[in-house]
């Protein structure tokens, strides 16, 4: 067989986002932060663990829908490196790396119970984004916990 009849292609989209270079193994939470396949009319198409040039990579793909700054902040803290393709009519109409923002409000809930912004006052969770490290760290505005291993799970 050639690699061509060995090879599984996942068909083009017309119009939609294409999120590439997505951490291995975290396609699923990408699903989980768009709210999808439940949001979604169109088709999603997902790949894990690709191989590609720099290892292994997910790939995710929603037809007809391009993502809010909020989605893509998210996607950030998960996936540092992922790029956000915008489709349109076929072609890849503006393509960029999602970049990791400083500061995040009302995305993450803090692993604190007693933590304020756990409580019944009306108070949005806040954290600033450290990367100096290859890690990334979030610490909570209000009690100073600090987030540095499954992030996906205190997502909002």
């Not at 956000?84 to 009302?106: C, L, M, Q, T």
Request: charged letters at 25%; glycine letters at 6%; proline letters at 3%.
């Amino acid at each position: 067989m050639t690699d061509i009849e060995t090879e599984l292609r996942v068909s083009r989209i017309e119009n939609g986002t294409v999120i590439d270079h997505i951490t291995a193994g975290k396609a699923l939470n990408v699903l989980k932060i768009l709210g999808l396949p439940d949001s979604s009319k169109g088709v999603v198409s997902v790949v894990i663990n690709s191989k590609g040039r720099y290892g292994k990579k997910d790939v995710v793909k929603v037809e007809n829908r391009e993502l809010n700054v909020e989605e893509v902040d998210k996607i950030a803290l998960i996936s540092p490196n992922a790029t956000i393709n915008i489709i349109r009519d076929f072609n890849v109409a503006s393509k960029y790396k999602v970049h990791i923002p400083a500061f995040v409000e009302g995305v993450v809930s803090c692993i604190n119970p007693n933590c304020i912004s756990n409580s019944n006052e009306p108070i949005t969770s806040k954290f600033t984004v450290d990367t100096e490290n290859i890690f990334l760290k979030l610490r909570c505005y209000y009690c100073g916990r600090v987030i540095s291993e499954n992030i996906a799970e205190h997502l909002l």
